[in-house]
């Protein structure tokens, strides 16, 4: 099967259910926002050494992949992210903020692997602007919301130890 289709040359898509809609959808933005951060996230993973944060990107794909899912169906049966992946974001913040020291105002862009990341972080609160503008016109899962809300301030945290320690 080739790759091109043909079936979005007049400004509509499909979603996971078959249903065509056009693609400045909020459903497609949504989406699309999703993707650039997991394309970004795949970007600063190959500038990370750590494999324990390398492990932590890759989870936070596979989660985004899910959330992917559930936006494009909207119909509350295939539940993406819940109260055990918004646990572990939260023990991981825990977890890596007693590795560095955060008082006032940051300079952003010390590192390679932080800058990356910070571009993750805001790409983060991209999507969660984008599924707010989403909640207006459909139904979005709570989880997906603190999910995300959680993720951008891990990915703050990460930013930040890659910029202490260079």
Not at 71 to 78: W, Y
């Amino acid at each position: 099967m080739s790759i091109i289709t043909k079936t979005g040359d007049n400004g509509e898509t499909s979603l996971f259910s078959g249903e065509r809609v056009s693609k400045d959808d909020i459903r497609i933005e949504v989406n699309g926002c999703l993707d650039e951060l997991d394309c970004f996230l795949g970007d600063a993973k190959v500038a990370i050494e750590s494999d324990e944060i390398k492990g932590v990107i890759i989870a936070i794909q596979s989660d985004l992949k899910l959330i992917m899912l559930e936006i494009a169906c909207l119909d509350n049966t295939h539940a993406a992210v819940g109260k055990k992946n918004i646990d572990l974001l939260e023990a991981l913040c825990d977890h890596y903020e007693k590795m560095v020291e955060i008082e006032g105002l940051v300079i952003l862009g010390n590192s390679v692997a932080g800058s990356k990341l910070d571009i993750c972080r805001v790409m983060a609160r991209r999507v969660e602007r984008r599924l707010i503008g989403l909640t207006k016109v459909a139904t979005v899962s709570e989880n997906i919301l603190i999910y995300i809300n959680r993720l951008s301030d891990l990915l703050f945290i990460l930013a930040r130890i890659f910029d202490i320690n260079s």
